[in-house]
């Protein structure tokens, strides 16, 4: 299977099948020594959880959640 210069590959449909993926759906990749397994991601390891995760202590302003609020509704 060669793997494109955005570094995807196409998952075969048998494959596809078996794990119940579809467009959209989310996988995880694990590593064990030289060997990677495709995994449907866990339902408690969503894409949101983990941007949140990633994000999580990155902020830079020193703003209480009343100050933000007020900011994005424009004062009202």
């Known amino acids: 299977m060669k793997v494109t210069s955005k570094g995807q590959v196409t998952i075969p449909l048998a494959i596809r099948e078996l794990l119940k993926i579809r467009g959209g759906s989310e996988v995880d990749f694990l ?5 990677v397994r495709i ?11 983990r941007l949140v995760a990633r994000m999580r202590g990155k902020a830079t302003a020193r703003m209480s959640t009343a100050q933000i609020m007020a900011l994005t509704r424009g004062g009202r």
């Open 39 to 49: 995994v449907p991601a866990r339902a408690d390891a969503g894409r949101g959880k």
């Open 31 to 35: 590593a064990e020594g030289d060997i």
